[in-house]
T-cell receptor, first 115, second 114 residues
Framework: AQTVTQSQPEMSVQEAETVTLSCTYDTSESDYYLFWYKQPPSRQMILVIRQEAYKQQNATENRFSVNFQKAAKSFSLKISDSQLGDAAMYFCAYRTVQGAQKLVFGQGTRLTINP | EAQVTQNPRYLITVTGKKLTVTCSQNMNHEYMSWYRQDPGLGLRQIYYSMNVEVTDKGDVPEGYKVSRKEKRNFPLILESPSPNQTSLYFC?????????????FGSGTRLTVV
């Protein structure tokens, strides 16, 4: 079964600095999608960024970018110029097609922004 | 506004008292699913539905029931809640069953079973 691992339960960064959240996954599939979701204190789940595995180019959305290393099965999220509003729980997710189609989520990383 | 609406937002109940958490989407999405979120475990799938009258178990279905009689609604039923079902629950939907663009989530239901 596919698994997603976020090895950093908590991270903190100074406002305006850059932080990288790590995510690794285990799969035997060759074509898949990866996602990062943000969950602020309001607990709403918000899609931050999406990566298609067959694309070499790393996805970017404004201050958010990923470092996708397919061979290493690694999908880290980089947040540049961190802002207080970036404080949240971040979840990495993998879309599986084997068995049931679903998103498999990691354990989450709680990000704190220090002013 | 396109959204997934979950109710209630908070619920405290006693062991064994049947309850239903409602979920409705107004985007004509084919796929709907329920997840529970627990600290250190992330989100785990309870049930999902790829079409009306088609439902299937996720990874943690024990103690839960669902139905999909209409495309827009996907209620989660706890026939006899127990304290280990205390959790944060999310309903999610997707236009396509391929899930290429991930989920649209409801705002969550915090359930406490005492």
């Amino acid at each position: 079964a596919q698994t997603v691992t976020q090895s950093q339960p908590e991270m903190s960064v100074q406002e305006a600095e850059t932080v990288t959240l790590s995510c690794t996954y285990d799969t035997s599939e060759s074509d898949y999608y990866l996602f990062w979701y943000k969950q602020p204190p309001s607990r709403q789940m918000i899609l931050v960024i999406r990566q298609e595995a067959y694309k070499q180019q790393n996805a970017t959305e404004n201050r958010f970018s990923v470092n996708f290393q397919k061979a290493a099965k690694s999908f880290s999220l980089k947040i540049s110029d961190s802002q207080l509003g970036d404080a949240a729980m971040y979840f990495c997710a993998y879309r599986t097609v084997q068995g049931a189609q679903k998103l498999v989520f990691g354990q989450g990383t709680r990000l704190t922004i220090n002013p | 506004e396109a959204q997934v609406t979950q109710n209630p937002r908070y619920l405290i109940t006693v062991t064994g008292k049947k309850l239903t958490v409602t979920c409705s989407q107004n985007m004509n999405h084919e796929y709907m699913s329920w997840y529970r979120q627990d600290p250190g475990l992330g989100l785990r799938q309870i049930y999902y539905s790829m079409n009306v009258e088609v439902t299937d178990k996720g990874d943690v279905p024990e103690g839960y029931k669902v139905s999909r009689k209409e495309k827009r609604n996907f209620p989660l039923i706890l026939e006899s809640p127990s304290p280990n079902q205390t959790s944060l629950y999310f309903c999610a939907s997707s236009l396509s069953v391929n899930l290429d663009y991930g989920y649209t989530f409801g705002s969550g239901t915090r359930l406490t079973v005492v």
